[in-house]
């Protein structure tokens, strides 16, 4: 038995989700998403929540449900609040610059590297160490989160390179002298 996929989501104001087939489309002032809902689960819109049903009781059944429940209140949270991750770069001369759709970053290498902000989402400066990524799919922001992280991911015993903001680098020893 799901607990996930029980759970009624509200619908805040100014949000607007409707179910066409299959399709789950919720409609914000920030924008538009839609889900292609498994045939397993049924989902329905009663009364300012959005519901979630198995159509038949099975294991597999039972975890789409719980799934589908959770990707409508990631995009109906997208839509009423919208998400954002933070990255902080940490070393000598690691920085990120923001030219308008693109994140010019800093890490250590001989050359700068250039990162195309996707559509759908925006990168803001908050000091030159530090950047935030927001956007309404949360889906859109962690990916892009990552593949900045990657350009120079923090190594363990410096802890230098780009790290999620609040994220704790575990440190090893290194060599000791004989």
Known sequence: MSRIGERKLVIPEGIEVTVEGRVVT???????LSLNVNPLVE????????????????KEANMQQGTTNSLIKSMIDGLHKGFEKGLEAVGVGYRFNV???????????????????????TAELVSNTEIT???????????FAAKV?????PEPYKGKGIRYKGEVVRRKEGKKAA
């Open 149 to 153: 992280r990657k350009v120079r991911e």
């Open 26 to 32: 919720v409609k914000g002032n920030k924008g538009t």
């Open 133 to 143: 990524i927001k956007g309404i799919d949360k889906q859109k922001v962690a990916e």
């Open 43 to 58: 989902v329905s819109v009663s009364d300012g929540h959005v519901i979630t049903k198995q159509k038949k009781e099975s």
């Open 99 to 121: 030219q308008g759709k693109k994140i010019v970053i800093s890490a250590g290498y001989s050359h700068t590297v250039d990162i195309e902000v996707p559509e759908g989402l």
